[in-house]
């Protein structure tokens, strides 16, 4: 079906003026913008705004707990069934392409392609690699016990194994890959700072993914830890939260763009212990939760592509568009719509998702009122979601 959203302004995803509609689609693809059309289909949105369908980078479908250990040791359908909901929930909120950089695998991909499931577009990287010991290894250093099913992180130690691990993940379909190049919150065993895997390592990985025409996504936290990322190859940093001025100026020369993730530090601090967190978790969510700021404002100076990312564990999902609202704070509405649309819509390799253009994606989401003037709009209740040029939840 062909469909016309009149009385609209319009944002297309990188301009900084709102232009008038309506917006026409045909075929899942908007054909027009502006001017006039027949469609099989009209929906007035007046006084609102079309914007491009949200893209999270950094989102874990698997994600169902703040313990990693239990999530390693649940069986895979639990998994994928409660990670269904979780997928359904974020395209109810405007999210119309996620990537899962921890966990995702051909199963629940090839359910949401058929349609089994409603969920947003669907990238993903299969298990994330950890050293012994790094961010991810779920084990305690009281603990002999092992997370054997290796459904959101693997540990994998030494060339020959992470290149092994990188090539099965792309021959399972993963859209990139993810590594754990320092400690982490969530971790139990390992400093936030110091860098995790060798060089050797982490170039194994990245050269199987560059011939393979992909990338590397690494949690990395420190500017030490995202010097030995960027330096050997890795494209996509996640969280970023302590890096320097001269880390972020590494950055922007290499090509790499930064993923913040502020939603879950923001949602950690107020909901954490309520929900399970380790003390130690605590703790280390303290030494971050206000660096994130710090590091986008570096970031923007200095030239990097700055995308979008939540990084929300467990009943904590639901501070998905409180992200919007934390970034926006930070580098404005404008810079922070534009990170969830386009930049990202660039970093997944995908141009035709992230913008309002004739020839892309109708991947859309419509809210009541203008998120210039009433920056609100973007967090609050009321939206209107269109996936492939079809409304959601019709």
Not at 51 to 66: E, F, K, Q, R
Not at 134 to 151: I, L
Not at 161 to 176: C, K, N, P, Q, S
Not at 294 to 317: H, K
């Amino acid at each position: 079906m062909s469909l016309a959203i009149i009385n609209a302004a319009v944002f297309d995803g990188e301009s900084a003026e709102l232009v008038d509609g309506p917006v026409l689609v045909e075929d899942g693809r908007i054909s027009a913008i502006g001017g006039s059309g027949a469609a099989d289909r009209v929906l007035d949105a007046r006084g609102g705004t079309v914007l491009p369908g949200l893209i999270d980078a950094h989102c874990h479908a698997y994600g169902v707990s703040l313990d990693l250990l239990s999530i390693e040791g649940a069986p895979l359908s639990y998994l994928a069934l409660t990670g269904a909901r979780r997928l359904k929930a974020a395209l109810a909120r405007g999210f119309t392409t996620v990537r899962d950089v921890a966990g995702g695998d051909p199963g629940i991909a090839r359910a949401i392609a058929e349609g089994t499931i409603p969920a947003p577009r669907y990238l993903y990287t299969g298990a994330a690699l950890s050293q012994t010991g790094g961010h991810g290894d779920a084990r305690g250093v009281d603990s002999d016990v092992c997370g054997c099913h290796v459904h959101m992180v693997e540990v994998v130690d030494g060339v020959d194994a992470v290149r092994a691990a990188a090539r099965d993940r792309f021959r399972r379909g993963a859209h990139a890959i993810k590594m754990m190049t320092s400690g982490g919150v969530m971790s139990l065993a390992d400093p936030i700072r110091i860098p995790q895997y060798s060089a050797e390592e982490i170039r194994a990985v990245t050269d199987e993914a560059a011939r393979r025409g992909s990338y590397v996504a690494a949690h990395a936290y420190s500017a030490e830890a995202i010097r030995h990322s960027v330096e050997n190859g890795v494209r996509s940093i996640e969280h970023g939260n302590l890096m320097d001025a001269e880390t972020a100026a590494l950055m922007a020369s290499r090509g790499a763009f930064l993923v913040p993730t502020l939603a879950t530090y923001d949602a950690i601090s107020r909901r954490g212990a309520d929900n399970g967190l380790a003390p130690v978790s605590q703790e280390k969510n303290l030494e971050v939760l206000h660096a994130g700021a710090n590091a986008i404002e570096l970031a923007r100076a200095a030239g990097v592509a700055i995308g979008f990312g939540t990084d929300l564990m467990g009943d904590l999902d639901d501070e998905q568009l409180n992200g919007l609202r934390l970034q926006s704070e930070i580098d404005g509405v404008l810079n922070a719509l534009r990170s969830a649309t386009s930049v990202n819509a660039d970093l997944i390799g995908r141009p035709d998702l992230g913008r309002v253009q004739v020839g892309a994606v109708a991947d859309l989401v419509i809210v009541d009122g203008d998120p210039f003037t009433e920056p609100a709009v973007l967090w609050g209740p009321r939206r209107t979601v269109v996936q492939a040029g079809v409304v959601v939840g019709e």
